[in-house]
């Protein structure tokens, strides 16, 4: 069975731009959630999905939006890029389909430089 | 790795030794826990899990203890092996999502 898949692997940006980053699940996942995980911070939760809806939102600004198609996939936005957008963004999925977080399967990540 | 160590506790041990890492939590309503092991350029890896209502859960070479008075969480790890050596984070459960630890880097010496 594939792994969750994350592309791209490495991508680098100037201020100001946007940047999409596309995440595919673990096949019958239909939960997949958004991390960024930086030096200072640690892993942070940005978003959860599910079924193509949003249901749970991390601190982080509106600069930062994602969706989820109907097979499950699932990409990021972040618009308006500043410096310390730098980070590995993390996607993960689960076979949850309720409120509990059941196990995470990570991808190897998104690794996006802002200079 | 993708976590520096910048302040990242390091916990160093010879192969062979057991290995115990710590981590307390900070909500006391959180009923699920999660170990992640990151390896170098890698995404976290599920180690193993405990829910609220148990106090100790093996599996294999690892053992999570969760003591719930104290709000703290310790990953052992027996006969720790090179291979070992990764960033380990501790994780509540949360609704849809997951808080995680600040991390602790294990370095295994042969």
């Known amino acids: 069975k594939a792994g969750v898949t994350q592309t791209p692997r490495y991508l680098i940006k100037t201020r100001g731009q946007q940047v999409t980053l596309s995440c595919s699940p673990i096949s019958g996942h239909r939960s997949v959630s958004w991390y960024q995980q930086t030096p200072g911070q640690g892993l942070q939760f940005l978003f959860e999905?599910?079924?193509?809806?949003?249901?749970n939102k991390g601190n982080f600004p509106g600069r930062f939006s994602g969706r989820q198609f109907s097979n499950s996939r699932s990409e990021m936005n972040v618009s308006t890029l500043e410096l310390g957008d730098s980070a590995l963004y993390l996607c993960a999925s689960s076979w949850t389909t309720g409120g509990d977080t059941g196990e995470l399967f990570f991808g190897e990540g998104s690794r996006l430089t802002v200079l | 790795g993708e976590n520096v160590g910048l302040h990242l506790p390091t916990l160093s041990v010879q192969e062979g030794d057991n290995s115990i890492i710590n981590c307390a939590y900070s909500?006391?309503?959180?009923?699920?826990f999660i170990w992640y092991k990151q390896e170098s350029g890698k995404g976290p890896q599920f180690i193993i899990d405990?829910?609220?209502?148990?106090d100790k859960r093996q599996g294999q070479r690892v053992t999570v203890l969760l003591n719930k008075t104290v709000k703290h969480l310790s990953l052992q790890i027996a006969a720790t092996q090179p291979g070992d050596s990764a960033v380990y984070f501790c994780?509540?459960?949360?609704?849809?999502?997951?808080?995680f630890g600040t991390g602790t880097r294990l370095l295994v010496s042969p």
């Open positions: 994780a509540e459960g949360g609704f849809q999502k997951l808080v």
């Open positions: 909500n006391s309503a959180s009923d699920y």
């Open positions: 999905y599910f079924s193509e809806t949003q249901r």
């Open positions: 405990i829910r609220s209502n148990m």
